[in-house]
């Protein structure tokens, strides 16, 4: 049975109805890092499960809830998610040596605030970085990936572009 999925980063404390629609409407959101505070995560965890890691941003409460890295399968599809970690042919130190030792089929990273799917043939593993889904930083769009998982191989992949609004998206009332 396949698993449809929601892949963010770089939230930065930012929240808005179609990021939370999106969350509503898939098996499992994965969150890469930079959540910018809890309140993120405690909107999704009410509409559906939630895995993460924490970023470079992340104070206390984040790093308490979620890890520095995760190692997990899914649905037969070997997964290594990590905030910074870069890409294939730049990896960040380190995560060469890792992802030789792991053999995940899928590494995430987040950080970048650019949306990447590229394939590493050396490793014969697929990279995604969703880009960045907050509104603060020098991205354009903001963006997300949804795609599903079944019998380890992903199907469906889909990049999600919204405008980057800086308005808040809060209301008052006086």
Not at 42 to 69: A, H, S
Not at 93 to 113: A, C, E, N, R, V
Not at 125 to 131: A, N, R, T
Request: net charge positive; hydrophobic share 35%.
């Amino acid at each position: 049975m396949a698993k449809e999925i929601l892949l963010i980063s770089d939230s930065h404390g930012y929240s808005d109805e179609k990021l939370l629609e999106h969350a509503a409407a898939v098996d499992e959101v994965w969150h890469a890092g930079d959540w910018g505070g809890i309140e993120l995560s405690d909107q999704i965890v009410q509409k559906t499960p939630i895995r993460g890691v924490f970023g470079n941003i992340d104070g206390t409460i984040i790093r308490k809830v979620y890890p520095k890295e995760l190692i997990f399968d899914c649905e037969g599809l070997k997964v290594y998610m990590i905030h910074i970690g870069g890409y294939p042919g730049r990896y960040a130190k380190g995560i060469l040596d890792k992802l030789q030792l792991i053999k995940p089929d899928l590494f995430i990273t987040g950080h970048s605030h650019i949306c990447k799917v590229v394939k590493d043939k050396k490793l014969n593993l697929l990279h995604f970085d969703p880009g960045a889904i907050g509104n603060k930083g020098f991205h354009k769009v903001r963006t997300m990936l949804r795609f599903k998982v079944s019998q380890g191989k992903i199907e469906d992949l889909r990049v999600i572009e919204y405008e980057k609004n800086f308005k808040d998206q809060t209301t008052s009332t006086h």
